[in-house]
């Protein structure tokens, strides 16, 4: 009985630590009902020429990267998306049909 119990508590502490571990990348509202800040894939139409964004301050200010890779770059960011585009858009000088900022949802995998 005791083993059980102590799987059963093991499994409750892995829950609560991902749930406090990962709120930092949950969405964020303002007031307003607007989102301010997440976790999001920025893809740029042409993946053969990827800017670096973290070259410029501006941009390097307001987010935090998770992962890059040849096609895109998943980061963190303090403004929402449509801020955040309008931001890579002006400062890269960039077309908005050339920049793609997407929420994304972060997948916690199941250690049980």
């Not at 009985?1 to 499994?11: A, G, K, R, T, V």
């Not at 920049?99 to 049980?112: D, E, Q, R, T």
Request: aromatic share 12%; glycine share 4%.
């Amino acid at each position: 009985m005791l083993h059980i119990n102590l799987w059963i508590l093991l499994f409750l502490l892995a829950i609560i630590a991902a749930w406090f571990g990962t709120s930092k990348y949950r969405k964020v509202y303002d007031s307003q009902g607007q989102r301010m800040s997440g976790p999001y894939i920025i893809t740029f139409s042409n993946p053969n020429e990827l800017p670096d964004i973290l070259a410029n301050q501006k941009i390097a200010d307001t987010i935090q990267v998770l992962h890059k890779d040849s096609k895109s770059c998943r980061v963190y960011s303090i403004m929402n998306d449509e801020k955040l585009k309008k931001l890579i858009t002006d400062e890269l000088g960039l077309q908005e049909n050339q920049v793609s900022v997407n929420y994304i949802k972060l997948f916690i995998p199941a250690f049980f």
